[in-house]
């Protein structure tokens, strides 16, 4: 019989609370303040003294701001204000998607239909932006995913790197990091239901088959065709989630 999960404690839940207020009145100071990415934070004991608050908690509260990836800690020289990381939210998708396949997948199955709203969404926008540079650099990377087919080798990072290169001309650095985040979180899912056959020609052809509708600059055609690069893994959860 399975045990139901101990409530939260009044007391636990109020520190919790008081614990997220601090962290945000952290990043306010650091936004009051006009601190840009690598610069310097007060010390734990400014801090301290301007908050009102313990060491301790300070510091507790600067540990959970470095797991987002709002601040870095470099010991022995300070803290500082962290470029940008998504690593935390590659971590925390991944394993709610993991976590999902136990069941019907469906959360696994939402965070594929997320990036390819995202993908299929954008990609008219970028054709529009498309120059004969970034068609080469494409073509560069559709014709290095051949020759690692060819030779039966990994084509993952080809995959990802051509994604990155479709939306180069939006010029974008968020849409490239999370595109980077679910392409890691798709990899981490896709791993853990198994390997099973791949057929490599098939994805360099899927590939082929976005290429050539942007270098026509066929949005609808090229929107059409991402969509269909998913039903790859689509099938892989609903097969998984059948057993």
């Known amino acids: 019989m399975a045990t139901a999960p101990a409530a939260v404690s009044p007391a636990r839940f109020s520190a919790q609370v008081r614990s997220q207020a601090l962290q945000t009145r952290i990043m306010n100071l650091i936004l009051e303040r006009g601190l840009d990415v690598g610069d310097a934070l007060p010390t734990e004991s400014e801090l301290s003294s301007e908050l009102g608050v313990g060491r301790n908690t300070v510091?507790?509260?600067?540990?959970?701001?470095?797991?987002?990836?709002?601040?870095?800690?470099?010991?022995?020289?300070?803290?500082?204000?962290?470029p940008n990381n998504f690593n935390a939210l590659v971590s925390g998708l991944t394993f709610r998607g993991r976590l999902s396949l136990r069941h019907k997948g469906e959360e696994a199955m939402e965070l594929i239909d997320v990036r390819q709203a995202l993908e299929s969404g954008l990609i008219g926008l970028a054709i529009d932006l498309l120059t004969e540079e970034h068609l080469s650099d494409l073509k560069e990377t559709m014709e290095a995913m051949q020759a690692a087919a060819t030779q039966g080798g990994?084509?993952?990072?080809?995959?990802?790197?051509?994604?990155?290169?479709?939306?180069?001309?939006?010029?974008?650095?968020?849409?490239?990091?999370?595109?980077?985040?679910?392409?890691?979180?798709?990899?981490?899912?896709?791993?853990?239901?198994?390997?099973?056959?791949?057929?490599?020609?098939?994805?360099?052809?899927?590939?082929?088959?976005?290429?050539?509708?942007?270098?026509?600059?066929?949005?609808?055609?090229?929107?059409?065709?991402?969509?269909?690069?998913?039903?790859?893994?689509?099938?892989?959860?609903?097969?998984?989630?059948?057993?």
Request: proline content about 2%.
């Open 59 to 82: 510091r507790e509260s600067l540990k959970v701001l470095q797991a987002l990836g709002v601040i870095e800690i470099r010991h022995g020289f300070g803290m500082f204000v962290a």
């Open 154 to 243: 990994l084509l993952a990072e080809h995959d990802a790197e051509f994604h990155r290169r479709l939306y180069a001309p939006l010029n974008n650095e968020v849409l490239i990091n999370l595109m980077d985040v679910f392409w890691k979180v798709h990899r981490q899912i896709d791993e853990a239901l198994g390997s099973g056959p791949v057929n490599l020609e098939e994805q360099v052809q899927t590939h082929r088959d976005i290429y050539e509708a942007v270098s026509n600059r066929d949005k609808e055609l090229a929107s059409e065709r991402l969509q269909r690069h998913f039903a790859g893994i689509r099938s892989k959860l609903k097969d998984a989630a059948a057993h």
